[in-house]
């Protein structure tokens, strides 16, 4: 796995763990953490799908001419994505955690589903397709930039 794959994985990761520290904070009822880890969570996950929407998937469309394939399909994937995480922040700051709590466990199959995607479709499909991976999502690669490594 390319050094620009292992980065996107491990924001997967990081979001998911930010996640399970907020569905933690609603266990034991202290709502101020659920918010606090929430709202890292979605800066986490805004600044991962702006990364893939900007740069990844135009590169991946532009590389293969495929426009209205897999990119497409996770950008529709990003949109339900965000509107649950919208719900579920809304209970959040409605001091519900049985709501916030059904949320969370929904957004969360939702995540785990399109990251499945991701990084067993998607992601190598970018490897094989996009050269200089790396400097394409701005990860300082140390690349020389005129080989395929990316
Ligand atoms: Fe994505
Ligand atoms: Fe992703």
Same mark, same amino acid.
């Given at each position: 796995m390319s050094q620009a794959m292992m980065q996107l994985v491990k924001q997967h990761t990081?979001?998911?763990d930010q996640l399970n520290r907020c569905e933690a904070a609603l266990h034991k009822g202290d709502i101020a953490s659920a918010g606090r880890n929430f709202r890292l969570f979605s800066e986490f996950l805004d600044s991962h799908f702006a990364l893939e929407e900007n740069k990844l998937f135009p590169a991946f469309e532009k590389a293969t001419g495929m426009t209205n /394939? +897999?990119?497409e399909v996770m950008r /529709?994937?990003?949109a339900e994505i965000r509107s649950l995480r919208d719900e579920a922040y809304a209970a959040i700051e409605a001091n519900q +955690?049985?709501?916030?709590?059904?949320a969370l466990d929904t957004l969360n199959v939702l995540i785990q589903q399109h990251n499945v995607k991701e990084e067993n479709v998607l992601y190598p499909m970018c490897g094989g397709s996009v050269p200089n991976l790396e400097a394409v999502l701005g990860m300082g690669s140390t690349c020389c930039g005129s080989c395929s490594c990316g």
């Open positions: 990081e979001c998911d /394939g +897999p990119t /529709g994937e990003h +955690p049985e709501q916030a709590l059904a």
